[in-house]
T-cell receptor, first 108, second 115 residues
């Protein structure tokens, strides 16, 4: 499984953009990059995934480096409901392997 | 679309007792997963089913844990006998396929406390 490095915690202000970084230098060429988030007392929630190109959906954008060794999840305008633990997961060996993630705090 | 349903939501048992958790995945999702999440940690995969066959159970403590997925739909996870260290949230997830191009949908989980 590819190893990931994410900041343990980040803090941002409401209505500001948030850039959550992830390093996955050992990712294989066929691994998709998935992002999930987990709100308190809930199961993880799918956010976005991609392979090589940048991706956008209603929740967030995913920017993937050209060498694929890192990616950034972008929340364009953070709200208090975005406070959660965010997991970056290269999908390999047919399964999602969760790390410790980044705990995002949003200040009002 | 309905989400992944899990029950019970909470369970408290004494050590050495047995317990079972139930999961109903999203209709049409062929792949089903059980994860264990200990407080303060990320979820850990216990077992993965493709339809009603086991794809990966390498992290399942088979001396006490068992799981089945009859008819490729609902699944149950059982612990017998339970230990104190089994206290955790047990999460069920499903996806359309077992490849990286499909997202997972998780249920809300069952919080197990072993006393």
């Amino acid at each position: 499984d590819a190893k990931t490095t994410q900041p343990n915690s980040m803090e941002s202000n409401e209505e500001e953009p948030v850039h959550l970084p992830c390093n996955h230098s050992t990712i294989s060429g066929t691994d998709y990059i998935h992002w999930y988030r987990q709100l308190p007392s809930q199961g993880p929630e799918y956010v976005i995934h991609g392979l090589t190109s940048n991706v956008n959906n209603r929740m967030a954008s995913l920017a993937i480096a050209e060498d694929r060794k890192s990616s950034t999840l972008i929340l364009h305008r953070a709200t208090l409901r975005d406070a959660a633990v965010y997991y970056c997961i290269p999908w390999g060996a047919q399964k999602l392997v969760f790390g410790q993630g980044t705990r995002l705090t949003i200040n009002p | 679309e309905a989400g992944v349903a899990q029950s019970p939501r909470y369970k408290i048992i004494e050590k050495r007792q047995s317990v079972a958790f139930w999961c109903n995945p999203i209709s049409g999702h062929a792949t089903l997963y059980w994860y264990q999440q200990i407080l303060g940690q990320g979820p850990k995969l216990l077992i993965q089913f493709q339809n009603n066959g086991v794809v990966d159970d390498s992290q399942l403590p088979k001396d006490r844990f068992s799981a089945e997925r009859l008819k490729g739909v609902d699944s149950t996870l059982k612990i017998q006998p339970a230990k104190l260290e089994d206290s955790a949230v047990y999460l069920c997830a499903s996806s359309l396929g077992g490849t990286g191009n499909y997202g997972y949908t998780f249920g809300s989980g069952t919080r197990l406390t072993v006393v």
